[in-house]
Structure formats: structure tokens, C-alpha cells
Nanobody
Framework: QVHLVESGGGLVQPGGSLSLSCETS????????VGWFRQAAGKERERVAC????????YYADSTKARFLISRDSRKSQVYLQMNSLEPEDTAVYFC????????????????WGQGTQVTVSS
């Protein structure tokens, strides 16, 4: 059974950093694409970054490209999202998701989800 568990969220001041982790189980991480999404209050869930199982290749949303870094440790079955230069607009619940096929832009196309972790950027 597939499980995704996010951790590492919290409260951080503007300009600060946080590192999120997604612990995975129940599937071979290298065979799946793992993505990070976020959902701010009253807004649609949006794709933040993805990492594929091969090479690996990565994708970033324009709003996070220069500030966030997605990485993967297959031996630990974990995917990470290093977030730097955080802004109040980054405040959201952050989710990791997994799918065998693609880094879909539409969250509804992804097969598996974690429960989310809250990130709040505020002074």
C-alpha cells in the first residue's frame, strides 16, 4: 500500500528557509514521479516542483524556480523540498504526490497523496 508522509513544515520569517521531507513507502521510488504541491487558503492546489525517477529530471513552477530545490534519496525512500528566500505568498499547506506516468499540472491527475504539512511565512 502506497503511503506518503510529509514533515518539516512550520512558521518561518520572510527571507527564511525550510526543508520539507516526503517519506514514501509501498512503491519503488525510482519508478515514480514525485511532486510537491501547495494549497493556500481559498485557492486551488498548485504544482510547485516535480522530480522523475530517471536521470533524474526536475520541474519547477516559475514562482519557485530560483528559490526551491527538489531532490530525492532513493535509498531512504524520501523526497525533499528545500525552500529558500521564503515569502508570505508561500504560505500554504504543502503536499507531496506520486504518480507513475507524469508530472501532471492538474493535481486531480495524480494517483497518491500525503496528508500535507503547513508552512506559514510571517513576521
Amino acid at each position: 500500500q502506497v503511503h506518503l508522509v510529509e514533515s518539516g513544515g512550520g512558521l518561518v520569517q520572510p527571507g527564511g528557509s525550510l526543508s520539507l521531507s516526503c517519506e514514501t513507502s509501498g512503491f519503488q521510488l525510482d519508478a515514480y514521479i514525485v511532486g510537491w504541491f501547495r494549497q493556500a487558503a481559498g485557492k486551488e492546489r498548485e504544482r510547485v516542483a516535480c522530480i522523475s525517477g530517471d536521470k533524474p529530471t526536475t520541474y519547477y513552477a516559475d514562482s519557485t524556480k530560483a528559490r526551491f530545490l527538489i531532490s530525492r534519496d532513493s535509498r531512504k525512500s524520501q523526497v525533499y523540498l528545500q525552500m529558500n528566500s521564503l515569502e508570505p505568498e508561500d504560505t500554504a499547506v504543502y503536499f507531496c504526490a506520486a504518480d507513475p506516468d507524469s508530472c501532471y499540472p492538474n493535481y486531480q491527475s495524480w494517483d497518491y497523496w500525503g496528508q500535507g504539512t503547513q508552512v506559514t511565512v510571517s513576521s
